[in-house]
């Protein structure tokens, strides 16, 4: 049975052992954005922990480094509780930040979902 819930900056979709997470409304995820929707994507991380976490980046056009380490903390909160995470549906601008920090061999990107 799937679930939808929201949080004020982005929507969370529950069906089974799998999560997406649509951030798209955001545009930007700059310093101000991040502060806003690190806690909740944190705690969202610690409670579904053993599943698998899709975050949709679909309408993302920047993303600052404070960001990058917030999914790097996301990543490690799911991996170490078995779970896993996949980013979809990058900017090609987007893309090109984890590729030249090398973030892209960390993390699985897809381009759609699946």
Do not use: W
């Not at 930007?28 to 944190?42: F, N, Y």
């Not at 991380?45 to 920047?62: P, R």
């Not at 799911?78 to 896993?84: A, E, H, P, S, Y």
């Amino acid at each position: 049975m799937a679930s939808a819930s929201s949080d004020q900056f982005f929507n969370v979709e529950r069906l089974g052992n799998d999560v997406k997470v649509d951030l798209s409304a955001l545009k930007v995820l700059d310093e101000s954005a991040v502060q806003k929707i690190r806690e909740p994507l944190l705690s969202l991380a610690h409670e579904e922990c053993a599943a698998h976490i899709t975050l949709d980046l679909q309408g993302i056009e920047y993303i600052t480094s404070s960001m990058l380490e917030t999914l790097i903390q996301i990543r490690r909160t799911v991996k170490d509780g078995g779970g896993r995470l996949t980013l979809l549906h990058l900017q090609p601008q987007v893309l090109e930040v984890f590729q030249v920090t090398k973030l892209h061999e960390l993390f699985d990107i897809q381009k759609e979902n699946g």
